[in-house]
């Protein structure tokens, strides 16, 4: 089993993408930045599994990319409201 948790988040994006053969390239690429160690972790999890169906990895993939949703919604709000709080100081 390799652990992708002592590995740069790359090794994990690269482990996930063999399993769709690179049809996932840009989802795993955006979420490798906003949510790293999910990445990290669903590759040291397959990474001990000997068969998947298609289902099953597309799943992956879906999970991830709504943990990267979810984490980019968080920081956009998260932003608005700085950017509130700012403007209310001037006032």
């Known amino acids: 089993m390799n652990n992708f948790f ?3 988040v790359g090794a994990a994006v690269l482990a996930l ?3 769709h053969f ?3 390239l840009n989802d795993l ?3 490798a930045r906003l949510v790293p160690e999910d990445v ?5 999890l397959l990474s ?3 068969h998947m169906s298609d289902d099953a990895k597309d ?6 990319v709504s943990l990267a949703d979810d984490a980019e919604q968080l920081q956009e ?4 409201d700085i950017i509130v709080d700012s403007e209310n100081i001037d006032q």
């Open 40 to 44: 990290k972790g669903f590759a040291s």
């Open 29 to 31: 690429n955006r979420c």
């Open 48 to 50: 001990n599994t000997t």
């Open 77 to 80: 709000k998260l932003l608005n």
């Open 6 to 8: 002592k590995r740069p």
């Open 22 to 24: 690179g049809k996932h």
């Open 17 to 19: 993408n063999d399993l």
């Open 59 to 64: 799943a992956v993939i879906d999970v991830l």
